[in-house]
Every structure is written in structure tokens, then in C-alpha cells.
């Protein structure tokens, strides 16, 4: 099975400029789930969709926000761009079979806001 | 407030000899727990997990030992080997909030030939 993929891999963006990224999850799975990795802060959720509905959320700015298409593919945008943006920003995608459900993650897109 | 702590940023071993890695946690609705491998520019990998109905679970040369009184788990890897050398992630999950793992801040693990 082919495993998470993220495109694009690697964006760079001016402050104030929106950008999206997308997740395509492993071929059956449903759950998607987004994660930012910065230095400072470590490895934090954003948010979670499953049937195209999202179903959990972190503590993030409206700024960030998402979507899950009918094939269980992800998007993620985040409007108004600051320098602090700048990450690794990580898709998962799980079964969403139960309480034991194993996320698997992709390589990331590397943002960084100049 | 951070749930999940992994209190020692980085461990150096011999090669062959034992890596323990560990892992705190403070919420006591945590009931799966994982361990993730991590190269720089690129996402976690996978490698071991135990639900809390367990104390042990052994893949390899990985072992995951969760104590559920003390809210600890650490992770054993026997032995080690130089391409294990890597940042490690904790991550616990809660049942009510399946998809939201919270993460440890890692531990560089430096295994030496």
C-alpha cells in the first residue's frame, strides 16, 4: 500500500498570503489529522476529519482551518500568514476503527513565511 | 499545561548495548499510547504502541512497558544499533478523542559504533 503522501512538499509564502496544503490518506483510511511541528512548541494538533466532518479540534486561530473530500483526501488552509506560521506541517491518516487506532503520517510540507 | 514529557532531550548509547527511552503522562484518560521515530524534514514513523489494558507489548528489538500507577512508559530497544539514531516521540491518545494524539517533546537518541 502506498503510504500518506503531502504535496507540496516544500512552500514559501510573504506574510498576509493564504496557502493550502493537501493530504492524501492510505488507500481505506478515513480518519485525517494535521499536526504542526515547530522548535519551540513540539509537535501540536491542529485538527481531525473523519467523514468529512471535523471532528476534533486544537487550540489554534481561526486562521487554520480544513476540509475532507468525499475520498477521504485532506486539505488544510491557513489565511492571513505570520512569520510564527513557519513549520513542518504533518498529515496522519488512521483506520478510525476504534479506541486503538494507529495514526500514520506523511513526509510534511516545509512552510516557511518570509 | 503539557499532558505527555519526555524529560530527558537526548540519550547516547553503545552500539548493542540497551537504549531506554521514557515517557510521563498526567491525564488519566490516556488509554493508547505510541512511540514514533523522527528524522529531521521528515514525518513520524511508526513503531511500537500498547493500550492501556496492557503493561507490556514486544515487536523485535522493541519493548513498550506502561505503568499505569505511576503514569509512566518507556520503551526499550535491544540492542541498539547506530540506525536507530533518531529523535523518539511519546504520544497518548484518549478513547473520547480518537485522532488527537498528544506529543512528548522527544528524545535525541545517539547510538555510537
Known amino acids: 500500500k502506498a503510504g500518506v503522501t503531502q504535496t507540496p512538499r516544500y512552500l514559501i509564502k510573504t506574510r498576509g498570503q493564504q496557502v493550502t496544503l493537501s493530504c492524501s490518506p492510505i488507500s481505506g483510511h478515513r480518519s485525517v489529522s494535521w499536526y504542526q511541528q515547530t522548535p519551540g512548541q513540539g509537535l501540536q494538533f491542529l485538527f481531525e476529519?473523519?467523514?468529512?466532518?471535523?471532528?476534533n479540534k486544537g487550540n489554534f486561530p481561526g486562521r487554520f482551518s480544513g476540509r475532507q473530500f468525499s475520498n477521504s483526501r485532506s486539505e488544510m488552509n491557513v489565511s492571513t500568514l505570520e512569520l510564527g506560521d513557519s513549520a513542518l506541517y504533518l498529515c496522519?491518516?488512521?483506520?478510525?476503527?476504534?479506541?486503538?487506532?494507529?495514526?500514520?503520517f506523511g513526509p510534511g510540507t516545509r512552510l516557511t513565511v518570509l | 499545561d503539557q499532558q505527555v514529557k519526555q524529560n530527558s532531550p537526548s540519550l547516547s548509547v553503545q552500539e548493542g548495548r540497551i537504549s531506554i527511552l521514557n515517557c510521563d503522562y498526567t491525564?488519566?484518560?490516556?488509554?493508547?499510547f505510541l512511540w514514533y521515530k523522527k528524522y529531521p524534514a521528515e514525518g513520524p514513523t511508526f513503531l511500537i504502541s500498547?493500550?492501556?489494558?496492557?503493561d507490556k507489548n514486544e515487536d523485535g528489538r522493541f519493548t513498550v512497558f506502561l505503568n499505569k500507577s505511576a503514569k509512566h512508559l518507556s520503551l526499550h530497544i535491544v540492542p541498539s544499533q547506530p540506525g536507530d539514531s533518531a529523535v523518539y516521540f511519546c504520544a497518548a491518545q484518549d478513547s473520547g478523542n480518537t485522532g488527537k494524539l498528544i506529543f512528548g517533546q522527544g528524545t535525541t537518541l545517539q547510538v555510537k559504533p
Open positions: 500498547i493500550s492501556s489494558i496492557k
Open positions: 496522519a491518516s488512521a483506520t478510525a476503527a476504534g479506541s486503538t487506532d494507529t495514526q500514520y
Open positions: 491525564n488519566s484518560m490516556f488509554d493508547y
Open positions: 476529519y473523519f467523514s468529512e466532518t471535523q471532528r
